[in-house]
């Protein structure tokens, strides 16, 4: 399977904490992007990092994408509990056809108040 | 950014019979994509469903058991046949924007229970 992998599977933290998810992938890519899921709903798209970029900030996300290795990580600081969510990160193969996206395995985020 | 729709939002269905899911979009958009999320599991593309043609399917999807169709820019249908339990998943829509934007916006899902 060319599904990626991500850790860890669940993060339970308090709000006001960081949560840090890691994603891993197999093949070169077009770009990576991470996507929320509220409660097996539908999926909100968050940031996307393209494959010439290493790092990306949008509010209190910050993404950071290392080809050599073939992972990224979703940071999300100063948490709230809003942040409840299953967090995916999906790549863009290259080579594939037209967005033909890849999601990783997920990561479970509890945020406690 | 594009607003999807997708009717019906949940449903429960006896096993050996068809459901058909439609997704509807408030702009013309030239890529959908259908995708399967079972239970507690990551989304899986099942095909990507091209306007005036056939869907183009993922390995492991058939076209007996999801056919799809494309009638326009605005509208696409998956049909879930003869049905089994391990069907029983959240069946994703989505929409790809050309250019430069990559982002692909998703429907709410469909919730599928097969008994």
């Known amino acids: 399977s060319q599904q990626g992998e991500e850790d860890p599977q669940a993060l339970s933290i308090q709000e006001g904490e960081n949560a840090t998810m890691n994603c891993s992938y197999k093949t070169s890519i077009n770009n990576l992007q991470w996507y929320r899921q509220n409660s097996g709903r539908g999926l909100v798209h968050l940031i996307l990092i393209r494959s010439n970029e290493r790092e990306k900030h949008s509010g209190r996300l910050r993404v950071t994408l290392d080809t050599s290795k073939k992972s990224s990580s979703l940071l999300i600081t100063a948490s709230r509990a809003a942040d409840t969510a299953s967090y995916f990160c999906?790549?863009?193969?290259?080579?594939?056809?037209?967005?033909?996206?890849?999601f990783g395995t997920g990561t479970r985020l509890l945020v406690s108040p | 950014s594009a607003v999807i729709s997708q009717k019906p939002s949940r449903d429960i269905c006896q096993r050996g019979t068809s459901l058909t899911i439609q997704c509807q979009v408030d702009?013309?958009?030239?890529?959908m994509f259908w995708y399967r999320q079972q239970p507690g599991q990551s989304l899986t593309l099942i095909a990507t469903?091209?306007?005036?043609?056939?869907?183009?399917?993922e390995s492991g999807f058939v076209i007996d058991k999801f056919p799809i169709s494309r009638p326009n820019l605005t509208f696409s249908t998956l049909t879930v046949s003869n049905m089994s339990p391990e069907d029983s998943s959240i069946y994703l829509c989505?929409?790809?924007?050309?250019?430069?934007?990559?982002?692909?916006?998703f429907g709410p899902g469909t919730r599928l229970l097969v008994l």
């Open positions: 989505s929409v790809g924007t050309s250019g430069t934007q990559e982002t692909q916006y």
């Open positions: 702009s013309q958009v030239t890529m």
């Open positions: 999906a790549t863009d193969p290259m080579n594939t056809g037209f967005q033909k996206l890849v």
């Open positions: 469903a091209n306007q005036g043609s056939e869907a183009t399917y």
